[in-house]
Structures are given as C-alpha cells and as structure tokens.
C-alpha cells in the first residue's frame, strides 16, 4: 500500500489510453481468475469485491456492519459486474463495469487532487503508475 495524490484527469487519462488501460484489464483479471478459465466465478470475484472498499469512510474509519448486509452489498456488486446474469464474469463485463466505476469515482473527485491509500495493483494505483511513466508533455 502507499499513499499517492491523484485526481480526475490521472483517472480519465488511463482509461482513454486503451492500450494500457486494456493491458491492466487483463492482467487483473488473470490475477483474479485463479483457476483460469477465462471466466470469474463469484468467489474469484470476492478479492476484488472487497478491495472496492465500500464499507470505508472518506476518513479511512472502519463501518461496522452486519455481516448479512455485507454479503447482500457484494451480491449487488457481483450482479453490476454480471451483466448478462449468466452467474460468472467474463473480460469485458469486466472491462466494461470497471470502466465505468472508474469514471464515476473521478466524477465524484472534482477537479482537485486527492490523497489517497492505495493498494499495489489496484486500478487506482496502476492510473498513478501509468501516468509516472509518461514523459512530461
Ligand atoms: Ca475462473
Ligand atoms: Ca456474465
């Protein structure tokens, strides 16, 4: 984990660069289809549902929850990735849902950096990575 400083424009530069952005889709996705067979089953899901960190405040406060509401947020998560609903994730399901969380994440950022705790191969990290690696322009 590390703590960076990134804002909207870091985020909407990653993923209109298509290649990198498609680059870390698959990555991920092979990181979490651990029996890889092309598809994410619910449990495979499960990590990467966790690590959205929906149960954390802006100040990084633990929520106490109930463990039946836990579970019903990720079945809700898991049905936003599934689009189709045939059970399991396919790549671009989940190219496509990542996509668009990450463009309602720097939607809700606003113009301003934001200081942020990131995980090592997160979405969130990879933008900030991807964007240290490009030259100034
Ligand atoms: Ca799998
Ligand atoms: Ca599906």
Sequence with gaps: MSVEVL??????KFIED???FNV???????LLDTDNDGILSYAEML??????????TH??????TDPN????????????????SNGTVDLEEF??????????????MGFLPVQMVLEEG??????????SSKPYY
Excluded: C, P
């Excluded at 870390?24 to 092979?30: E, V």
């Design 47 to 56: 990590k990467e549902l966790q690590s959205l960190r929906v149960f954390e």
């Design 69 to 84: 509401e836990v579970a019903h947020v990720y079945d809700s998560l898991f049905g936003q990735f599934d689009r189709n």
């Design 24 to 30: 870390s889709i698959r990555d991920h996705f092979a």
């Design 95 to 108: 190219k496509a849902e990542t996509k668009q969380m990450m463009v309602a994440m720097a939607n809700g």
């Design 7 to 12: 804002d909207s424009a870091t985020i909407f």
């Design 18 to 20: 298509e290649e990198a």
């Design 122 to 131: 997160s979405f969130l990290k990879r933008a900030v990575d991807w964007e």
């Design 59 to 64: 100040f990084g406060v633990d929520v106490k």
